[in-house]
């Protein structure tokens, strides 16, 4: 039998692990066509807070008292499948899990390039999120004064050194000094501490002209300072705003009056909405994965177990750079 | 001598009478090139509030104890410039005042095209930023299902009708019945009385299928509400947020996360931004309003020295359409 987190209850706000539980289940049949995959990395994202509310958005809820789903890396033990054979790494949907049959048209083989790990990081969504998010989504170029929030995070790491890659200022946030030091460590011009005292000022001191871009993966008071400080024109990518996404307060924004006068741009964006530009997102990534411009720093939870601990941590800035399970 | 309208202390929050003065001003010599014009109407624009403050924004703020300025239609009474004669109407920015001395080059003569008074309205800020806004900064097409507030106002009423002359469902916000009726005999599909209860609810009413586009006047709850219910690909064009100019809390939004899912376009803009298409603004409304699709309805307040009451009156909604002051 294998066992897969189930979603037993819809958070409250900040979820709690007994709303997850721990279950054997039943695999399919190896029938012709199918795949047997024993997970080897889970990836756990902010995204999938908003599965667990049972509303309408970019991805349907989780069924409740189900197998969840998620990114994973798993190496294939036993196949029906032709183009796939027992020890072939392979990147899939069936995340939260330790073990899984699949037609093999849900899975794809993972080229031997570096660790595979990657493709749920820099080589995958969040690498791909950053990508599209700072180069299409807001248009970011060369000389572009960038502001990206949470710069120690998976995206936000990802974004950081993108940004240098192309020549753009890079300034980062981050909570407490060990982030910022690997903020710093990324390339970035500036790094601001959100813990240590007014953001407004920090930034206003790290962009004495003013931001030209802004990659939000936090909103609330981050957005509101990108607002106040936004430069004529200014780009804003919402990628994500971890601040809201377990209820609370609604955020007030003192500043948004300025879209007006600095003729803001805010565009809201999904990794997804840029398929048709995979190819040169592996070109560039690639290339700067292999001079070295863009590196993974990955923070590893062992074992199934802790997959919802793992996923918790990331509201509670558990993790510098991606989060992954590691079986 | 003239009398000018000057701006005595920047107001805190809502202006009152005592922020402003009426004093007698030396008009200039009337050297060769310039113009001597008696104002007959003038604009007073929520944007004004703005340049009551001392910061940085797109126009530059008023100077204390100095005449102010601002939209105005006159009629040259004298000359010494070429191409202008007295009894020429003029369009200048020279307004708060009664009669003023000016460089021929700061006067557009205007053509006998209808209602002179028409070039502070529809055929100038008010209609041009109606039209940018709606047809350039959110790129609202034929079919989209547009929402705009204070669609009783200057700006909103002129959206109104060019959505609805370009094919568009319009659903309008206004304050009470005989606003509510005005939007209605614009053309607006639906309205939306905002003094009538849930504003969330009376919108998803008459937008089941969402919006399209949301042209903001207001800020403030009309824009969470925009975000609430905006459609995939949603576009906001932000012109003006009324709510927000006379100070108070700080806006909270409730729905702004739905900018990612839904991936809304939020586009800040001013009228001066489309200048290099004044040629089309000019065909299309000169057009529309030759045609009766956009009609114009002004709120005249009588006399020079209720200049201040009719500015103020745009803030507590005295206005039907646009705010004029006739001389």
């Known amino acids: ?43 756990v994202d902010p995204y999938m807070r908003g599965r667990m509310n049972d509303v309408k958005s970019y991805v349907p809820p989780f069924a409740l008292d189900a197998p969840m789903d998620g990114g994973a890396v798993g190496e294939v033990v036993e196949s029906r499948a032709d183009g796939f054979a027992p020890g072939d790494m392979v990147l899939h949907m069936a995340g939260w899990r330790d073990e899984a049959v699949a037609p093999a048209a849900s899975l794809h083989k993972l080229p031997a390039l570096g660790d595979p790990q990657a493709f749920l990081g820099n080589l995958g969504l ?39 890659a192309r020549g753009m200022t890079v300034i980062g946030s981050a909570g407490g000094a060990d982030k910022c030091d690997f903020v710093r460590s990324l390339g970035a011009d500036a790094v601001v501490d959100y813990k240590a005292g ?59 009056m300025r879209v007006i006068a600095a003729r803001i741009r805010v565009q809201g964006f999904i990794y997804t909405d840029y398929m048709s530009k995979m190819g040169d997102f592996y070109r560039d990534m690639g290339g700067w994965i292999a001079s070295g411009e863009v590196k993974s720093r990955d923070t590893v939870v062992e074992g199934l177990k802790r997959t919802p601990e793992a996923f918790l941590g990331l509201f509670s800035g558990a993790n510098v750079g991606k989060m992954l399970v590691r079986l």
Chains 1, 2 share one sequence.
């Not at 989504?137 to 240098?164: H, L, N």
């Not at 936004?230 to 924004?253: S, T, W």
Request: some cysteine; glycine content about 10%.
């Open 126 to 164: 969040t690498g791909g999120t950053a990508y599209f998010g700072l180069l299409e989504a807001a248009g970011a170029k060369e000389a572009d004064i960038v502001f990206v929030s949470a710069a120690a995070g998976a995206v936000g790491s990802a974004v950081v050194q993108i940004a240098k």
């Open 1 to 43: 039998m294998a066992r897969a987190w189930h979603l037993m209850r819809r958070p409250n706000g900040m979820p709690v692990m007994d709303d997850f539980a721990l279950k054997e289940v039943a695999l399919s049949a190896l029938d012709e066509g199918m795949v047997r995959v024993a997970n080897r990395w889970l990836s």
């Open 198 to 256: 007014s953001l407004l000022k920090q930034l206003a001191a790290a962009a004495p002209k003013g931001i030209d871009v802004y990659f939000d993966n936090v909103g609330g008071d981050h957005l509101d300072v990108a607002f106040a400080l936004a430069r004529q024109n200014a780009r804003f990518a919402i990628c994500g705003m971890i601040d809201g996404y377990n209820g609370g307060e609604p955020a007030a924004f003192r500043y948004i």
